[in-house]
Each structure stands twice: as C-alpha cells, then as structure tokens.
C-alpha cells in the first residue's frame, strides 16, 4: 500500500457564504510536487435520508438551482454543529417529509467528488415512520412521493432522479433490505 | 407538474482556477424570494468510464486530495472544449488505465448535488478493450485493479470506494449487462 502524499501547505483562497476553496501543495512519494484545489466542507457533513413506508421509498420532488429544474431525490440536509447524524436524520425527516422515525440505521457514508471536495453525506435508512410535521426553510412545500421498492428500476431511468449519492442510497437500502 | 421558479439574478462572487461560485435570486411561485449560492462546472461536464475486461471492471487507485487519502474507483476525466463524450471516454480510458475501448455506451449522465451544483458526469460503458496506452497528466502512475464484475457486493463495502457516482456507474452497468 502506498502511503499518502505529503500536504506541505493549505491556503485558503476563496470564501464566500457557502463555498470555501483551499489550495494544496502537495508532495508524492517520487518527488513530483504539485498544486491542488480543493472543496472544504463543514467536518460534520450531510444526512441523507431513505425513508421506507409499506414498502415504499419516500422522495421528495425540490426544485434543485444547481441545475435549474426540479429533481426527485431523497430528503437530505447539513449536520448542525453539536448534532449527531441520528438526530439530523431524525429532524431532516420530519421538516422534509412529514414522518418521525422509530428506527434509523447508518448504511454508509459516500463522497461527491473525492479528489476535490472534502464533503461527506452519511446514508441513512428510516423505518417505523409516523407522521410528525415540523417546520422546515423550504422556499416552497416539498412534493412528497411514494415509490414502489419494486420498481427501483423505473426510478434510476427517471430523468429527475440524477444525483450520484442517490444512486448509492437506493444501491445500499436494496442490498440492506436483501433486494439485490 | 410545477413550473420552474424564474431566476432574477445571477451574480459572479468568486472565482479561482478551478472553481466559480454564482449568486442567484431566486423568485418561486408562490412569491417566496431567495438568494442561493451554486458552483458553475463547464458546460461539458465530465465522463466517468467503465471499462469492461473478462468479466472484471478495471477500477484505478488514485490520490484524492479533497479527503487526503488513496480512492479506489472508476477512471474519469473532464471532457476537453470541442471534445465529444466519445472522444474524451476514448482519451481518458488509454491516458489512465491503458486501454483502447472498441466500443463505448452512453448510460446516463448523473449529478453531485442537484442543488448547488451544476456539474454532469457522463457514465460510459467502454468495451472490447485492446492495450493502448497514453501519456496523462497524473503527478504519480495510477494503479491499475481488475474487480471480478460478480464481487461487486464487496466492492460497495469497500472504505476506499466513496464516490456517489461510481455507485451509479456500478449500478447502472450491473443492469445494462443484465446482472442486477
């Protein structure tokens, strides 16, 4: 096994409210140095939630400015400082989609863009929901759909269903519920 | 279906060799009005490759400065201005594991984060594979892994495999051979 890289210096080099850029220079192991940048996110990092109910997944339907249209995904957001991803998942779910969790189980944690985003969204599988609504800062309410497990496969052919950790989400809670 | 909410504004706020951060206001249909931040990737995107060898994926090993450590995953690429998906795939595939795919497919083109980012990766399907390498611009040599396509369940258990899109590469290519 290799062994990492040396960072030899990290500058920041851009800020704004929600983006922070660093530079790296950074040593290999042959010698080559060379200059990177990179994504810096908050060390708690992101929930995304897979909520099930009567064997269904529960999506959300949230206009997405990143591309301009609206996309079909799982309810997600930041970890607040202090907050454990259990109580993100917890609360995420009821501003999101309405349903408090009996029971929530870390599948896994993925990444964005591992060579240059530090950004971590941990995946979280919510079971025995109940209906619990609370006030989330939504511009607008969220449309709330339920989709057949079963047809997982329409849902990754569904053109608003695009995101990466999504894909991962919908992968891990068929291989936890032992549909794959 | 709702309509798009109407983009008011669209502010340059930061910009560094590789990243350009975008203020936008934002007017939905109900009249709520919001002010988002997004990074702006090139209108090209990028290509994500999936080459195919004696029922194994040939996966790279490769330094990834955004989580400062090795990431086990798919070879990819920025696609070059006047470069085609095709032709970046074709690139890509000889620059970083050293392969000429006979044969490429287009699967889908998946997001990071719908909601602030504008990014597209293009997952390619590259087949009938024959040696043909190329020079990259990789700072060390990448390390080339063949992964029997059948062990896939413990490739997703992996700790160095994290990337949401590499799980839609594997997912969506498990289903186009009729594996899932």
Known sequence: MKKNPTILTKTALAKTKLFQVEGLDI???????VQFERLVSSQQGAVLIVPIMEDCLVLIREYAAGVERYE???????????ESWREAAIRESQEEVGFLPGLVTLLDSVTLAASYMSHQTHIVLAESLSHSKTQGDEPEPLE????????????????????????????LTLKQLGLL
Chains 1, 2 share one sequence.
Request: aromatic share 14%; net charge negative; no cysteine.
């Open 27 to 33: 040593l290999f192991d042959n010698q080559t140095q």
């Open 72 to 82: 079909l995904g799982f309810p997600k957001g930041k970890i607040d400082p202090g």
């Open 144 to 171: 709330v759909i339920h989709w057949p497990l079963a047809d997982w496969h329409k849902l990754i052919q569904h053109p608003e269903f695009s995101e990466g950790r999504a894909y991962a989400a919908l992968m």
